[in-house]
């Protein structure tokens, strides 16, 4: 297990009966709903979804490399987890680092503004219209939510969903912690629940496990990144 990788006391009164391992048991539960990783083909197109993890430029530059596709478009503004991160939008901090990995200028498009998954997806649609195979390249907890909104936003595109071969172990970092990690799988759960009767997302069948997992790391107090009104 990594150096410093522990779970943040949280501050719910229900959390008092609930100790690390069942809180760490249904957080990989919920770690191997989220992750998919779809197997890859030649592309038209490697998205890849701006965050505060620059490990994913670092898989779209392994992509390009490897040959998988010629273009990359790099997407995001600025969130709640890198106004303090970067000097400038996710998307240009994830282009800069795929210059460094070897990435021409020349194959890379950013788009600054966007604020969520939907709009990312919406965006590389507008440019690539004609894309019959794009791979989507996000966190690994975020592969399942973005499975959704391809299927729903672009349905026309093949879409395929890939992440760092990262492992839940190795996923926290210096700026997103263990705990931070648990609230993001939480919140994005609860909006793959939600989201779909709003148009955002198509629908996905959540098991009985981990649903009961969820409703768990609720109970403990892993509530940060839920919806608002959730």
């Not at 939907?118 to 019959?132: D, H, K, L, T």
Request: charged share 20%; hydrophobic share 40%.
């Amino acid at each position: 297990m990594s150096s410093g990788f522990s779970i943040r006391t949280v501050t719910s009164s229900k959390s008092a009966n609930r100790n690390e391992h069942t809180i760490r048991e249904a957080a990989r539960l919920l770690w191997q709903f989220h992750c998919i990783y779809d197997p890859l083909k030649s592309s038209d197109l490697i998205v890849g979804l701006g965050s505060y993890d620059l490990r994913v430029a670092d898989r779209c530059a392994d992509l390009f490399h490897e040959g998988l596709a010629d273009r990359i478009v790099f997407t995001g503004a600025t969130g709640n987890w890198t106004k303090d991160l970067y000097s400038t939008s996710e998307a240009q901090a994830f282009s800069e680092r795929a210059q460094v990995l070897g990435v021409p200028l020349a194959a890379i498009v950013t788009e600054t503004t966007v604020t969520n998954i939907g709009e990312n997806i919406r965006f590389a649609a507008q440019i690539a219209p004609s894309a019959s195979r794009v791979i989507f390249v996000t966190k690994p907890q975020t592969q399942l939510r973005c499975q959704a909104t391809v299927l729903k936003q672009w349905p026309d595109a093949n879409g395929l969903v890939t992440a760092p071969l990262t492992s839940y172990e190795d996923q926290p970092t210096q700026v997103h912690d263990e705990r931070a990690l648990i609230c993001e799988m939480v919140g994005d759960l609860e909006r793959i629940r939600t989201y779909p009767v709003l148009g955002f997302q198509s629908e996905v069948l959540i098991p009985d496990g981990v649903a009961r997992a969820f409703e768990t790391l609720v109970d403990a107090g892993f509530t940060d990144h839920l919806p608002r009104g959730a």
